[in-house]
């Protein structure tokens, strides 16, 4: 029962940080039009509150940007063992990815969400910290 409660809480996490994110994307960025989308990083992660994950999403022009203003966003609103789990500045879905029975977190990038989840769950397979077949997508972002 808790574990079916805190994969809840993962999930629900996911689709309101997703609505969050919208806000976070963009904050302390330079205002104007952006004239190569390419050129812009895109990054995501996760923060702890109250036992449950939230994912965050944020943009910026540079891979030190972006990952300072994920995490400065993520503290800011609370959360503890804030991290950037991955990012691209390629046309690339990025995914969080975290599994309630060994309490990992991933990161992944592919053409699609489902590729990206693929590459999460290989990538942690890789690093000895293997996601169970049960674990969620926190949050992603697709360009």
């Known amino acids: 029962m808790a574990k079916y409660r805190l994969l809840s809480s993962i999930a629900a996490a996911g689709i309101v940080a997703a609505g969050i994110s919208t806000g976070v994307a963009w904050a302390g960025g330079p205002g104007g039009v952006v004239d190569d989308p390419e050129d812009i990083y895109e990054a995501v992660g996760t923060g702890t509150f109250d036992n449950s994950l939230v994912g965050f999403r944020a943009t910026g022009d540079t891979l030190e940007e972006v990952s300072a203003a994920l995490l400065a966003e993520c503290q800011a609103d609370g959360g503890i063992d804030c991290t950037v789990d991955e990012y691209s500045n390629d046309n690339l879905c990025i995914v969080s990815v975290a599994d ?44």
């Open 100 to 143: 309630d029975i060994t309490d990992v977190v991933a990161g992944g990038a592919g053409p699609t969400v489902e590729a990206a989840k693929a590459d999460a769950v290989a990538r942690a397979a890789a690093n000895g910290t293997p996601l169970d077949a049960s674990a969620a997508i926190v949050i992603s972002a697709c360009p």
